[in-house]
C-alpha cells in the first residue's frame, strides 16, 4: 500500500525557517518521484518543488526559488523541503505526491499525503 506522511510543519514569523517532511512507503523513490504541493485559503493547489532521484532532476517555482531546497534521503525513504526566509504568502498546507518530475515541472500521479500546516505570520 502506498503510503505518504508529512510532518514538520508549524507557525513561523516572516523570514524564519521550516523543515517539512514526506515520509514514503509502500514504493521506492526509484518508482516515482516526489512533489511538494500547497494549498493556501481560497486557491488552488500549486507545484512547488519536486525531486526525482532517479535522475536528480530538482524543480522549483518561482515563487520559492533561492529560498527552499528539496532533498531526498534515499536510505530512509524521506524527502525534505527546506523553507527559508519564509514569508506570509508562503501559508498553506503543504501536501507530497508521489509524481513526475523534471527541470521544467512537475505532476502528481495520484498518491497524496494528509498535507500539514504552515503559518507564517507578518
Known amino acids: 500500500e502506498v503510503q505518504l506522511v508529512e510532518s514538520g510543519g508549524g507557525l513561523v514569523q516572516a523570514g524564519g525557517s521550516l523543515r517539512v517532511s514526506c515520509a514514503a512507503s509502500?514504493?521506492?523513490?526509484?518508482?516515482?518521484?516526489i512533489g511538494w504541493f500547497r494549498q493556501a485559503p481560497g486557491k488552488e493547489r500549486e507545484g512547488v518543488s519536486c525531486?526525482?532521484?532517479?535522475?536528480?532532476?530538482?524543480y522549483y517555482a518561482d515563487s520559492v526559488k533561492g529560498r527552499f531546497t528539496v532533498s531526498s534521503d534515499n536510505a530512509k525513504n524521506t524527502v525534505y523541503l527546506q523553507m527559508n526566509s519564509l514569508k506570509p504568502e508562503d501559508t498553506g498546507v503543504y501536501y507530497c505526491?508521489?509524481?513526475?518530475?523534471?527541470?521544467?515541472?512537475?505532476?502528481?500521479?495520484?498518491?497524496w499525503g494528509q498535507g500539514t500546516q504552515v503559518t507564517v505570520s507578518s
Open positions: 505526491a508521489a509524481a513526475w518530475c523534471n527541470e521544467y515541472g512537475l505532476g502528481y500521479y495520484g498518491y
Open positions: 525531486i526525482s532521484s532517479s535522475d536528480g532532476s530538482t
Open positions: 509502500g514504493f521506492t523513490f526509484d518508482d516515482y518521484a
